[in-house]
């Protein structure tokens, strides 16, 4: 979260001619897609150049992976200026992050068309944490926590055990279903 921060998508970029959105298996297994965010700010209340320094801060790039690599696309010719100072400044002064990733291997790059990611991509964290949550509470009961109330205990993990079951299967049809992804 970053004040000044209006909206954030996460999706699919970086390829030059696309000929229409990319499956999650093309993104997955192919050589050209870049997992992005495309974000609108308020640049009164946070520059490019913080926006900048976060991504950097907060990137978990792959090395060798175009999918999970570290690229900039600035969407004009004034965010392109300040990011090639930025990335430059960086590279001078043999800059890394908090993951030891040296900024070298950031590269900026021209927009190319945005492809808003399927709707189990967005917010992706938040919602992964509440369901590791569940999903563990759920595991705590079902393996013998729910003596809390021994005369109810065999069907409180009954009843908890199917109900983690039933959170597998429908993430798994969640990402198997859910096949939007729609051009910006």
């Known amino acids: 979260k970053r004040e000044g921060v209006l909206e954030t998508t996460a999706g699919y970029t970086g390829v030059k001619d ?10 997955c297994y192919g050589r050209d897609w870049v997992e992005g965010v495309r974000l609108s700010f308020d640049d009164s209340v946070v520059s490019y150049e913080e926006l900048l320094e976060d991504f950097f801060e907060n990137n978990k790039s792959v090395s060798g992976s175009r999918q999970y690599g570290s ?3 600035p969407t004009d010719g004034g965010q392109e200026a300040v990011a090639r100072k930025w990335l430059e400044a960086g590279i001078e002064s043999r ?11 950031t590269k900026i790059e021209k927009p190319t068309k945005f492809f808003k990611a399927e709707e189990y991509h967005q917010n992706y964290w938040p919602k992964l944490r509440v369901r590791i949550a569940v999903g ?16 109810y205990e065999s069907q409180l993990e009954t ?9 597998v299967v429908l993430t798994f049809l969640e990402r198997k279903l859910d096949k939007t992804v729609v051009e910006m």
């Open 18 to 27: 696309s000929k229409g959105p990319p499956t999650y298996d093309s993104v």
């Open 71 to 73: 690229f900039i696309f």
């Open 95 to 105: 800059r890394k992050n908090n993951d030891n990733l040296e900024i070298r291997y």
């Open 136 to 151: 563990v509470s759920l595991l705590a009961v079902s393996s013998g926590l729910g003596k809390v109330v021994p005369e």
């Open 159 to 167: 009843c908890t055990s199917a109900l983690f079951l039933v959170g």
